[in-house]
């Protein structure tokens, strides 16, 4: 073996045997246990960056360990490929998106494979594949059938410039994130799968994930938002005092009615358009209130705006106290009744709210002694107590009375005990091209009609123009046109697709089946699921991860499966961060823009801002590939392993990598050098056995760093030991041990030594559990209490011996400037502390 580590070379030449030999191609019939390792699959944007780096590198080390422990390990790759960057390259670029896509899976697939990643590429796909998301037509056809699937009309935010539905997240200050047109409120009918029906299951099901960050549950459990409240009704009367029947509410607080101050409808409530129609000002209001957000996390940001009815509710247990009813900008509709009463002591929002419209704020939950009517802190009190200034209720904790106004209220006929989920239906209709069409036809006579089930796939058309702003299926002039399956008569197609989503949320069922004739055998599909160690960033622990939950209990609903958890292992691993840089005119640069502090295209200073995540608005992102060039693809893993907790954020440093590459070739060097011996060492054999145990213990808890932590201590136990049988064999067991992390390295060497096979298909080393077991230990001796000397003793030395060894020490000798112990206090295994 030559002094120098050759990476370029070692690279490429056991990518290739990999490839050749199909090395980790699953076997759907292997006899050995199944372990199942996946990583969220990427979206191809262009090319890889650093994040992918660190995310597949510890599902590969995973992967490669299950299968050296005995294990037929599934470890597959695909391509998120639906979305709009897709269609809003085609639309910046003149491209098609399926061109965009196919050219950007091939370089970052071509970019993966260089880093040497123990995928099984035989069950490669993307999602817009036909053969994908054909079956996935299949499937919402499928809950269709089964009730899990309907169309209804619902409120969407629209871009009037480029003619379509924006999410949440795309309006910006109430506009259109690319037009900047006003973004309008519209009712449109949309498709929705019924997850509300599995809500109670999805939010009980988290207790059982125990391999699941807790924070991922808790995000979880927080968004379904299961809570127990009263709907009830207040009688209500308009401004000239005459009855006008009622309006209902909810809340998840009844124990605080006698703190209400107003009650607040929707801007879409019956009772705001009513008054709208008869007020233009109402209704100026109501279509302000439509620009602004339509979920829960802007709402609380927002200012809280009102518009007064005029009316008045009646207090259900006091109707002399009659309260304003406003319409408010922070009440939706699709939450409980679209109607709440207002707690301003006990509620920041509706603190915000009174303190903005002089409404009174009244103490109904005390703090301590606090128990005054009036309110006079700075914000609202959501804390535990008890009630005050309620009637009935005082004294009794928050449970309690919630307990008793329920009650009282059922008793009196104008209130129900109700559940809520915050947890809406899953609103799947997207109006834009690259997705998978909705396959339905839509007829004037037979209505929304399913496509037939050999009529499928529904393939997207190709001769698509993105030259007119809007979804082009609208308006494409024969795709759109089709004969209606059921009356034969003229109709149209559906030129919604599906939310990306969907894609996501049964991919990795596909993985473990892909059957031409449907969408997976349940049979092959059950041997794998569910997935034992699913990685990925922790910015999908809600959507994605309940989508999917969602998606398989809805498969196990219609029997194409039984199993309802897809994931059972989670792990949500750290971003990859990087310097930001600015030009002296403020344009953000990228490294590769940078050399020594300067600009190099105008050879001004550059600004150094913050370390944040890589991303390509910030051009802060790292691209692996020069850098495997350079270092090779052993020393970038070795850094993404190495460098912190793999839960948490790693910043990128040159520094790093190069540490990364030394130790590398520190280790090349160190296994080259066989050191036969014929002696024993029984530390080292120890040692090597210690980390053999350890370094399994660290893979298996996804604890890298610390693997590599236990790697460095054997490789500097070895290299400090004399030649000796132990030697040679904890050099086997060292080459054994990081193989999982340096592949490339191991194959080298193991080739090298003559070896037959792969070490890719070694088995991990065996451990002795009597070489764990430590029989000396290291003693401190003190003096005084402080610490004169440490000595190395067997282990259970008995106390008479270890104060003698004690006294004999030359130091303690020293300390003891002749005086003779007056005691000796003996910690078997610890300690000895000499009183002089």
């Known amino acids: 073996m030559s002094q120098r580590f050759n990476a370029l070379a070692a690279d490429a030449r056991w990518q290739r045997v990999w490839d050749e030999r199909a090395t980790f191609a699953a076997d759907d019939t292997s006899p050995k246990p199944k372990s199942y390792v996946l990583e969220m699959f990427p979206y191809p944007s262009g090319r890889i960056h650093m994040g992918h780096v660190r995310n597949y590198t510890m599902g590969d080390v995973l992967a490669r360990f299950r299968r050296m422990n005995g294990m037929e390990v599934l470890h597959p790759m695909g391509w998120d490929a639906f979305g709009m960057p897709a269609e809003n390259a085609a639309m910046e670029k003149g491209v098609h998106p399926g061109g965009w896509t196919r050219d950007n899976i091939a370089t970052m697939k071509a970019q993966l494979k260089r880093l040497g990643f123990a995928l099984d590429w035989t069950r490669e796909f993307a999602t817009c594949d036909p053969e994908y998301y054909g079956h996935e037509q299949a499937l919402f056809l499928k809950f269709l059938e089964a009730g899990l699937v309907y169309r209804r009309e619902s409120a969407v935010n629209w871009d009037p410039v480029d003619m379509t539905v924006l999410a949440n997240e795309q309006v910006i200050d109430g506009r259109g994130w690319r037009s900047g047109a006003l973004v309008e409120k519209r009712k449109l009918n949309q498709w929705f799968l019924k997850i509300t029906a599995f809500a109670d299951d999805l939010l009980s099901g988290l207790g059982d994930l125990k391999d699941w960050p807790d924070k991922v549950r808790l995000m979880q459990e927080n968004w379904i938002g299961k809570s127990q409240g009263l709907t009830f009704r207040f009688a209500l009367t308009d401004g000239a005092g005459t009855g006008e029947g009622v309006v209902e509410v909810y809340t998840t607080r009844p124990d605080t009615i006698f703190g209400a101050s107003f009650v607040a409808v929707a801007a879409d409530h019956p009772l705001a358009q009513s008054v709208a129609a008869g007020n233009p000002a109402a209704q100026t209001f109501i279509e302000e209130c439509r620009r602004g957000g339509t979920t829960a996390a802007e709402l609380e940001t927002q200012e809280k705006q009102g518009f007064d009815t005029g009316y008045k509710a009646a207090h259900p247990f006091d109707p002399s106290l009659q309260l304003p009813v406003y319409i408010a900008n922070f009440v939706l509709m699709d939450y409980g009744v679209g109607a709440v009463f207002g707690v301003p002591a006990h509620d920041q929002r509706d603190f915000e709210f009174a303190t903005k419209y002089k409404l009174p704020i009244r103490r109904v939950v005390s703090e301590g002694a606090k128990d005054a009517p009036d309110f006079d802190e700075a914000e609202a009190y959501t804390g535990p107590g008890t009630l005050v200034n309620s009637h009935f209720l005082d004294s009794m904790d928050i449970e309690e009375a919630k307990r008793e106004v329920i009650t009282r209220a059922e008793a009196g006929g104008w209130g129900e005990g109700t559940t809520v989920f915050r947890l809406r239906d899953w609103g799947i209709s997207r109006q834009r091209y690259w997705g998978t069409p909705i396959p339905i036809i839509h007829c004037a006579d037979c209505g929304a009609v399913p496509v037939p089930a050999d009529q499928l796939p529904v393939k997207l058309p190709d001769d698509v123009s993105f030259a007119v702003p809007g979804n082009p299926l609208d308006r494409h002039p024969t795709w759109k046109h089709v004969a209606c399956p059921s009356c034969g008569g003229e109709a149209v197609r559906e030129t919604d697709t599906l939310d990306t ?10 993985f473990a089946s892909q059957p031409d004739d449907k969408p997976f055998d349940r049979a092959v599909a059950e041997q794998w699921l569910p997935v034992g160690q699913y990685i990925g960033g922790v910015e999908h622990a809600i959507l994605h991860l309940l989508y999917a939950r969602f998606w398989t209990r809805a498969l196990q609903h219609v029997g194409m499966i039984d199993v309802a958890e897809p994931f059972a292992g989670l792990f949500t691993q750290g ?75 790693l910043e990128w440093s040159e520094n790093g990598i190069e540490g990364a590459w030394r130790f590398i070739q520190r280790l090349w060097r160190l296994l080259a050098d066989e050191g036969a011996g014929q002696g024993e060492d029984i530390a080292l054999r120890k040692a090597a056995h210690r980390a053999t145990k350890g370094v399994a213990e660290a893979i298996e808890g996804l604890q890298f760093n610390k693997a590599v932590a236990l790697i460095y201590t054997l490789a500097n136990a070895i290299e400090k030991a004399a030649p000796s049988q132990d030697r040679t064999a904890a050099l086997g067991t060292l080459l054994r041990i990081t193989a999982p992390m340096v592949p490339h390295l191991a194959e080298e060497v193991w080739a090298a030594q003559g070896n037959d096979g792969l070490i890719a298909d070694v088995a991990w080393p065996s451990v002795d559990p009597a070489l764990l077991v430590d029989d000396e230990v290291t003693v401190a001796l003190q003096v005084n209490g402080k610490l004169r000397d440490t000595i190395v003793l067997p282990k259970g ?16 000798v020293r300390a003891m400037e002749g005086k003779a112990p007056r005691k000796v206090i003996v910690v078997p295994d610890r300690l000895v502390n000499i009183v002089a």
């Open 797 to 812: 030395l008995a106390r008479e011996e270890a104060e003698a060894r004690a006294l004999a020490s030359e130091k303690i």
């Open 575 to 649: 971003m990859v961060t990087h310097e930001t840089y600015k030009s002296s005119d403020g344009r953000w640069l990228s490294p590769a823009d940078i050399d020594s502090g300067i600009e190099t295209a105008t050879g001004q200073p550059v600004t150094v801002g913050r370390v944040e995540k890589m991303s390509k608005s910030k051009k802060n992102t790292v691209d692996p590939e020069p850098i495997v060039d350079q270092y090779g693809a052993d020393a970038v893993r070795w850094f993404m392993l190495s460098d912190s907790p793999p839960e948490r954020d």
């Open 501 to 510: 989503f969907a894609d996501s949320s049964w991919y990795f069922i596909r």
